[in-house]
């Protein structure tokens, strides 16, 4: 099973973009629990957020019989994630008082931008190890 990595020395930029790329690498083969844990996160919102997605990708182009959560015929069917990527446009803030530095990328749908952004940032966490989180995935 996968885990997230961490470090003992702050990593690179690139260094953490890879954790993300890897993360939607995982997400757009279908492999919800390794794309899960290869990264922290900042909301205990997974199968939410991936809903989410989705919702707001998935279905402008195809009807679903069950759109709603409970439903889960968002996840009884994962073949819509290989159309989910990203692109290399990852937008770094600058850090705050607390280590930590927040970036973004945008997220795009059958090779389109879809307006989403995946929501990251770097941080210490509580054994002083650099780890990345995700937060949300959301229109930007």
């Not at 930029?13 to 919800?32: H, M, N, R, S, T």
């Not at 279905?59 to 069917?77: M, P, R, V």
């Not at 990852?90 to 879809?114: A, K, L, Q």
């Not at 307006?115 to 054994?127: C, R, S, T």
Request: glycine share 4%; aromatic share 14%.
């Amino acid at each position: 099973m996968t885990t997230f990595k961490t470090w003992k020395e702050k990593p690179t930029e690139l260094e953490a973009q890879k954790q993300v790329l890897d993360f939607f690498a995982y997400l757009k083969k279908g492999e919800l629990e390794n794309a899960k844990n290869s990264v922290d996160h900042l909301y205990d919102d997974w199968e939410e957020s991936i809903h989410v997605i989705w919702r707001d990708h998935y279905l402008i182009h195809e009807i679903a019989e069950d759109e709603s959560f409970e439903g889960k015929e968002w996840l009884n069917n994962l073949e819509w994630l290989g159309n989910l990527d990203i692109l290399d446009d990852f937008m770094w803030g600058e850090e705050n008082e607390n280590d930590t530095r927040y970036f973004d990328v945008s997220v795009t749908y059958m090779g389109e931008p879809s307006g989403f952004v995946a929501q990251f940032q770097l941080e210490k966490n509580n054994d002083d190890h650099y780890v990345v989180k995700r937060g949300l995935i959301d229109m930007a």
